[in-house]
């Protein structure tokens, strides 16, 4: 088991950071071998809410990355070789202590991320349960005897890991989207060099001290942030480092699969979205204005699974708006620590501007505000949540994704122009539709090119099925019995003169 060193109170400036249960998970240095490491740069964590800086964090950049990929890298061969039940029992571990701890996790994640208290205990306990999963995975990675083709012969397939795993994640769910990835890779024997968002890397360092308790040996978990170009050109790369394993912009993830290609790695790519919500006219419109508000405004709109474009049958339209504002004006906005607040702030003023220009631009080309459309009082970074109706697909909101409060609900008459709309996009991760119709259900389902579906349910992802998309929202699955595959090799091997 690792050490793991006094947090350095000078470096930390948010007073609810200061009164942790455990204080050992708040550090602010890069983790590296099984230590954490200072580097001679540093830069300013801010809490989304306050603007204020919460805490200096240990800057990395391509000399730390290299340091991490080369422990990863001694790590492999006795992580490979430590018994599957060995890594399980570790697994399960983690899951335990981030549950034991599932409040101190949570007070780091909205102070620097901005959701809901309650939102980021969710978090919390959603990530542990992937945790949770692959220990039991982790012991189920089968091979298969083929029947052989020449006499006195066996043909053995094994799967084995992959080798050293690059991590990069983003900021909307910093434990989440990393506890899916590192969970299946250690399962499968894989050490981890870890990219957390720049925006969010205290939750990463209270998730790697975790690991650390739960004995994760040396060198299989490393954190490094700081400069995304050069720890994201060291990992591109080195040749030791065997898989990418990406969450993050459509954007970036063209550039890593780009960069994946000089030393041919195995990469996996969960991207942005641009989700769909149909409402036919046979449904049931509370379940659907219910199932429209968690999708839509659950992390402030800030997931790749919300709905983007909302597309309503024309016969149900006027009631279905006067259903789904009077819940969106019961939302309250506010810091993630204040009682009862469900909405937080956007995470930069780049995020904030996008939500401020696809309303502008849905207003010039006359859709009408239902609700909220300006920033809010609050000031800040907290925009009101939104609601617009009237929208076509003209508007920016509809082939860009918002990422923020913003619904815009588009009109339709038949079910082909409903289909029509939703599948015009680069983009298919996941999409929504409400009816009561056995048929039609199973028609549209077949349909939508995405790579997740929601029947009369808003919220999909959990760690028992399979979550990614098609076309441009990425390549592999995260979760479920498939996403072990993404971290291991098959290997197949002939025996003769049996
Ligand atoms: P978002 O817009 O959601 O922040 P990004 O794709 O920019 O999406 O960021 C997701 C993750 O990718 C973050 O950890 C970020 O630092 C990282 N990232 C951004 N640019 C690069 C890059 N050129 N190389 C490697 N990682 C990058």
Redesign the pocket.
């Known amino acids: 088991m690792l050490s793991v060193c006094m947090l350095n109170k000078n470096h930390v400036r948010e007073s609810k950071l200061m009164k942790l249960n455990n204080p050992d998970l708040l550090q602010t240095k890069a983790f590296i071998n099984g230590f954490w490491v200072e580097t001679s740069a540093s830069y300013a964590v801010l809490n989304p809410a306050s603007l204020v800086e919460v805490a200096q964090v240990s800057k990395c950049g391509a000399k730390e990355c290299n340091a991490a990929i080369n422990a990863a890298h001694t790590a492999l061969t006795p992580l490979k070789k430590m018994l599957a039940k060995e890594r399980s029992a570790i697994l399960r571990k983690i899951a335990t202590l981030m549950l034991e701890h599932k409040d101190d996790l949570a007070t780091i994640l909205t102070t620097e991320q901005g959701k809901n208290y309650t939102e980021a205990q969710g978090e919390i306990i959603y990530s542990a349960g992937f945790f949770e999963w692959f220990a039991e995975e982790a012991k189920r990675i089968y091979g298969d005897i083929i029947p052989a083709t020449k006499p006195n012969t066996k043909i053995m397939v094994t799967k084995e890991a992959v080798g050293v795993v690059g991590a990069?994640?983003?900021?909307?769910f910093p434990l989440a989207m990393f506890a899916r990835k590192f969970a299946a890779a250690f399962a499968a024997g894989c050490p981890v060099v870890w990219?957390?968002?720049?925006?969010t890397p205290l939750s990463a360092n209270a998730l790697a001290s975790i690991c650390v308790l739960a004995g994760v040996p040396q060198g299989c978990l490393n954190v490094v942030s700081g400069d995304?170009?050069q720890?994201?050109?060291a990992?591109?790369q080195s040749n030791k480092v065997r898989k990418i394993t990406?969450?993050?912009?459509?954007?970036?993830?063209k550039?890593?699969m780009r960069?994946a290609a000089d030393t041919v790695k195995k990469v996996s790519l969960e991207?942005?979205g641009n989700a769909p919500f149909i409402v036919f006219a046979d449904a049931d419109l509370d379940a659907a204005a219910e199932g429209a508000l968690q999708s839509k405004f659950r992390n402030t709109g800030q997931t790749c699974v919300c709905v983007n474009r909302f597309f309503i049958h024309d016969a149900v339209y006027d009631e279905f708006i006067a259903k789904f504002v009077a819940k969106i004006a019961a939302l309250k906005v506010g810091d993630g620590f204040m009682p009862g607040a469900t909405q937080g702030p956007l995470?930069n003023q780049?995020?904030f501007d996008k939500v401020a220009a696809h309303v502008a631009d849905a207003k010039l080309k006359g859709a009408t505000i239902v609700h909220g459309g300006k920033p809010h009082a609050l000031g800040g970074l907290f925009y009101e949540p939104t609601l617009i109706s009237n929208a076509n697909s003209s508007m920016l909101f509809n082939t860009e994704e918002t990422?923020g409060p913003l619904a815009a609900c588009i009109r339709f008459k038949t079910t082909e122009e409903a289909l029509e709309l939703a599948d015009n996009s680069e983009t298919g991760l996941a999409a929504y539709f409400y009816t009561k119709d056995l048929a039609l259900a199973f028609q549209v389902a077949e349909q939508l090119e995405v790579g997740m579906i929601g029947i009369n349910d808003g919220i999909i992802s959990n760690e028992v099925a399979p979550f990614g998309g098609v076309k441009e929202s990425g390549i592999g699955r995260e979760g479920s019995k498939y996403g072990i595959d993404e971290y291991l090799n098959i290997k197949y091997t002939l025996i003769a003169g049996l």
């Open positions: 990069i994640t983003p900021w909307n990219k957390p968002s720049e925006e995304a170009v720890i994201g050109g990992l591109m990406f969450t993050g912009s459509t954007r970036t993830g550039l890593l960069q991207l942005g995470i780049m995020a990422f």
